[in-house]
């Protein structure tokens, strides 16, 4: 059964509670922030429940009756007597009226989630009846994590709307006005002084405001949503447009805010793909709009992920921007195949380096210094040119019998580790029939295995 959280207007409303113990008292208790008028019906209301001071709590003392529940919003079965609940539920349905049955999922109209309310931010969080636990777990996630006053921010955020719609005409630089009124709410824990808003006024309002929005260059990590940073999948959340490469986990994607824009504008091989200039031109024509543009970049944004040309074009046009790394795949998919890229009495330096490149041959390195190097030599996107690596090293004198491992799929659940001698790694891919993307890594510490058994 899916359950979808709407959220209802309750304040004055009539609900009905049937039972007088624990279970009801719990329910009235969360049921009273949001000020509906809650009738109790039960043979015997306990003393915690008459206790309670709440001018809109009605308590009758009496056995149920089918005409109790004439004229309300919803009904709460929570009395001790399983058949009682039951037959509630079954009258609540036929007349259509929203019923939740204590410990009977199945007699369950709605469900009661784990709450948390900040003045006038709410949230709901259920799992089904699956784990409660989980759901009182993502509630102190948020207490801790959100302004012990959110009230007073809330009321600052909804009266400062009027003043911005009156003294900034365009829709977009409103919000982005307003968005950064919020920031500015979490950062200070509170609400802000009249100076400090009316410094935000002057620099969005002003008339010499330039009309660029803000860039945030940001890597993804390989793959798997969760290798990306903590700062990183902030900027996600609060994206207007996220302009993404391929390789990017729809996870990562989903975290985004509804409103926000999703431009693809990935490159692999064989598919229609937009060039670099065309994406660097995409970024900043987002950002003049105004917008803040996340442009998300599987690994790093600089190993070999030409973040520096983007940055390039933004400068050209004056659009600020910022760089949030991300873990790189030299580094993360040969430790996914328990491969150390550096380890101790084997390798004492890392060497990437692209193994694609736009030269007429596809690779247009050094081999004879890569060859002399005795550190770990990892090639990321070089799997056409494999064969070609491999021949210029030992041509350049690396040993034929030096360890290499070639491994495809990274953090998918399709990836496959080939490990051979430098001299047999192509024959070994190409019977294997590994596919692109790959990363290559060729040195003693290719020899190790040092994945959880």
């Given at each position: ?70 004229d309300v919003l919803f009904v709460i079965a929570a009395t001790d007597n399983v058949s009682l609940n039951a037959e ?289 030599l990892v090639f990321l996107m070089g799997l056409s040119n494999l064969e070609k690596i491999c021949s210029g090293l ?31 790694i192509a024959a070994a891919c190409r019977s294997e029939g590994v596919k692109s993307p790959v990363t290559i890594v ?12």
């Amino acid at each position: 059964m899916g359950y979808f959280p709407f959220f209802i207007d309750i304040e004055n409303k009539k609900c009905l509670i049937v039972g007088g113990g624990n279970v009801a008292l719990r329910k009235i208790k969360k049921l009273i922030p949001y000020r509906p008028a809650i009738k109790v019906v039960a043979e015997k209301i306990s003393g915690d429940i008459r206790s309670i001071a709440y001018a809109g709590l009605e308590l009758i003392e009496k056995k149920f009756s089918p005409s109790d529940i004439d004229d309300v919003l919803f009904v709460i079965a929570a009395t001790d007597n399983v058949s009682l609940n039951a037959e509630i539920s079954s009258l609540c349905r036929e007349r259509g009226i929203l019923v939740n049955s204590v410990d009977s999922k199945d007699d369950c109209g709605f469900i009661f989630p784990s709450l948390y309310k900040n003045g006038g931010l709410s949230a709901g969080i259920t799992t089904g009846g699956a784990s409660p636990s989980l759901s009182a777990k993502c509630r102190n996630i948020l207490e801790k994590n959100l302004p012990e006053d959110c009230e007073s921010i809330l009321d600052f955020l909804s009266s400062i709307r009027p003043e911005a719609k009156r003294r900034i005409a365009d829709g977009n630089i409103r919000s982005a006005f307003l968005k950064e009124c919020m920031e500015l709410c979490l950062s200070l824990n509170g609400v802000p002084s009249s100076g400090d808003v009316e410094a935000l006024f002057e620099k969005y309002a002003g008339g010499d405001r330039k009309r660029s929005g803000f860039v945030h260059i940001v890597g993804a990590g390989c793959s798997q949503a969760d290798l990306i940073t903590v700062r990183g999948l902030e900027l996600i959340q609060n994206a207007d447009v996220i302009i993404y490469d391929d390789l990017i986990s729809d996870k990562l994607l989903d975290m985004a805010k509804e409103s926000c824009r999703k431009i693809y504008a990935g490159k692999r091989g064989g598919r229609h793909y937009m060039k670099q200039d065309e994406i660097s031109a995409l970024i900043v024509s987002e950002a003049e709009k105004g917008q803040t543009v996340v442009r998300l970049k599987g690994g790093d944004p600089f190993v070999f992920g030409r973040g520096g040309e983007e940055i390039l074009a933004l400068r050209e046009k004056e659009i600020d921007y910022d760089v949030t790394p991300g873990i790189t795949s030299a580094i993360a998919i040969p430790a996914e195949a328990g491969i150390p890229v550096t380890h101790r009495g084997l390798s004492r330096s890392l060497h990437i380096i692209t193994g694609h490149t736009d030269s007429p041959d596809g690779i247009s390195e050094n081999f004879e210094k890569l060859a002399a190097l005795d550190g770990t030599l990892v090639f990321l996107m070089g799997l056409s040119n494999l064969e070609k690596i491999c021949s210029g090293l030992m041509e350049n004198g690396k040993d034929k019998n030096t360890p290499a491992a070639v491994i495809s799929g990274g953090n998918s659940k399709n990836k496959t580790t080939v490990r051979a001698a430098l001299g047999e790694i192509a024959a070994a891919c190409r019977s294997e029939g590994v596919k692109s993307p790959v990363t290559i890594v060729i040195g003693p510490v290719a020899s190790l295995d040092l994945r959880c058994e």
